[in-house]
């Protein structure tokens, strides 16, 4: 399994960014993805979800309504547009494989996640 994040850079509050996830090594289509972020001195936390054919989204409070994950199953690609950036938001963001199956909740933690990719760095500052 290899996740590849890229996408990451530094941007000024109320700024966007597209982070882009590419993932070889196991069947994607069939694992429903994440994203999980990291800020320093922090503990992991969820950002996002969605299924394997990427019709249904999750989202944790702090970031739905500025963030929209997305997939592409033909490419084997996983994406999170971020809007709106806060300084909040600064943290190392991880694409995550699921090792769940089925939502009876509409929100995730980090221990659902069983490969995560070494990570791409956000920073917001004016």
């Known amino acids: 399994v290899q996740l590849v994040e890229s996408g990451g850079g530094m941007v000024q509050p109320g700024g966007s960014l597209r982070l882009s996830c590419a993932a070889s090594?196991?069947?994607?289509?069939?694992?429903?993805m994440g994203w999980v972020r990291q800020a320093p001195g922090k503990g992991p936390e969820w950002v996002s979800g969605?299924?394997?054919?990427?019709?249904?989204?999750y989202y944790s409070d702090f970031v739905k309504g500025r963030f929209t994950i997305s997939r592409d199953n033909a490419k084997n690609m996983l994406y999170l547009q971020m809007d709106s950036l806060k300084p909040e938001d600064t943290a190392l963001y991880h694409c995550?494989?699921?090792?769940?199956?089925?939502?009876?909740?509409?929100?995730?933690?980090?221990?659902?996640?069983?490969?995560w990719g070494q990570g791409t760095q956000v920073t917001v500052s004016s």
């Open positions: 995550a494989r699921r090792d769940r199956t089925g939502w009876g909740r509409p929100q995730s933690t980090p221990s659902e996640y069983d490969y």
């Open positions: 090594g196991f069947m994607f289509s069939t694992y429903d």
């Open positions: 969605i299924n394997t054919g990427g019709g249904s989204t």
